[in-house]
């Protein structure tokens, strides 16, 4: 596996032809000042060891050990190894809610935009757990499998948009038993496996008790996280608020009593959200408390530094273009190269 340490870098080797360009030019210059003073040919005749092509090729030498000492400054790297790391953790699967009611502007500056902001600040958080994220609606899809990279995990939290799921609705039992078949079978046998379900709650209960129930069984715990309030709001899509068959404006509200239900029967907890806390926090140190279970995680933890390569090619080319003179040498003209 190939890799540069510091990429960035690489913007600097853009440099290189600028300078050409400015060589050329400052070339071209040079020819228009000699052509005042007469004849090019003649000006050849009395100077006869200047040599156009000796400045060039220093100026190529100069060029490539200056693009050589940028991929070495960027650290190029090969892996050298898969080296398998193990850690005492859990296996979170995050359920988010992207329904158009999770639009609603009862948080600042929806309750969606909110729940994305948190689960940023979770992330940032966790260090040897494992975590994967569930989108849904009317239906369900796995946004993000199981991993341990946390910055991927990030990445894709920010992309979380009621757009990901095309069947509007709140199945919270389809997206409950999307996140059972989810994890691991490493953890299987364990007890350090917790859904996290971040949702309105508005919505019927289309098997998600039963679903419960098969966590239960299976070990499974299930936290409920309720982001909205009891009063409700509006809900605006394209700076438009939803209206009913009747014309009137549609008021999403907090649905607590089957979020509380799936919390109890699995040994979860319940928690409402609040626009100074969604909630997962009081989740996160719950989930503290249980008991972890041995990860392990395979990937490229040694690389071999390569920099080093590039950086005495660099310098054996800056020796050689000190030496390189911009006139001709009488005692090797006959053995002239640049002729």
């Not at 440099?15 to 000042?33: E, K, Q, Y």
């Not at 940032?124 to 910055?151: C, E, H, K, N, W």
């Not at 757009?163 to 509007?168: A, Y």
């Amino acid at each position: 596996m190939f890799r540069f340490a510091n990429p960035h870098l690489l913007w600097l080797l853009l440099l290189v032809p600028a300078m050409a360009g400015l060589f050329a030019a400052a070339a071209r210059n040079r020819r228009r000042r000699l052509a005042r003073f007469g004849n090019p040919a003649i000006l050849r005749l009395l100077m006869p060891d200047a040599s156009p092509a000796r400045v060039r090729f220093r100026f190529l030498l100069f060029c490539t050990a200056a693009a050589l000492v940028v991929l070495a400054a960027a650290r190029p790297q090969l892996g050298s190894k898969l080296r398998e790391q193990t850690s005492e953790g859990i296996e979170m699967m995050l359920v988010v809610d992207v329904s158009n009611s999770m639009l609603a502007e009862d948080f600042e500056p929806n309750r969606l935009e909110r729940t994305k902001y948190a689960i940023g600040k979770l992330f940032d958080g966790l260090r040897q757990d494992r975590v994967g994220m569930i989108v849904f609606a009317g239906d369900a899809a796995v946004q993000l499998p199981i991993t341990s990279d946390y910055r991927m995990a990030r990445a894709f939290a920010r992309k979380i948009a009621p757009s990901l799921v095309s069947v509007q609705g709140t199945d919270i039992g389809r997206a409950l038993s999307l996140a059972l078949l989810s994890f691991s079978e490493k953890t299987e046998q364990s007890h350090s496996r917790v859904i996290i379900l971040i949702t309105d709650g508005e919505g019927h209960d289309n098997g998600a008790v039963e679903v419960a129930r098969r966590a239960a069984e299976q070990g499974v715990r299930i936290f409920t996280i309720g982001i909205g309030t009891p009063e409700g709001a509006p809900i605006r899509i394209g700076g438009q608020f939803i209206l009913d068959e009747n014309g009137q404006m549609v008021v999403s509200k907090l649905g607590e009593p089957l979020l509380e239900q799936i919390a109890q029967l699995t040994g979860g907890i319940y928690v409402r959200s609040s626009n100074q806390s969604i909630g997962l926090d009081e989740v996160i140190r719950s989930i503290n408390e249980m008991q972890k279970t041995e990860l392990s995680t395979v990937r490229f933890e040694e690389y071999n530094e390569q920099y080093q390569y590039f950086l005495g090619l660099a310098l054996l080319l800056l020796f050689l273009e000190f030496f390189v003179l911009d006139r001709r040498n009488p005692l090797l003209a006959r053995f002239n190269i640049f002729r």
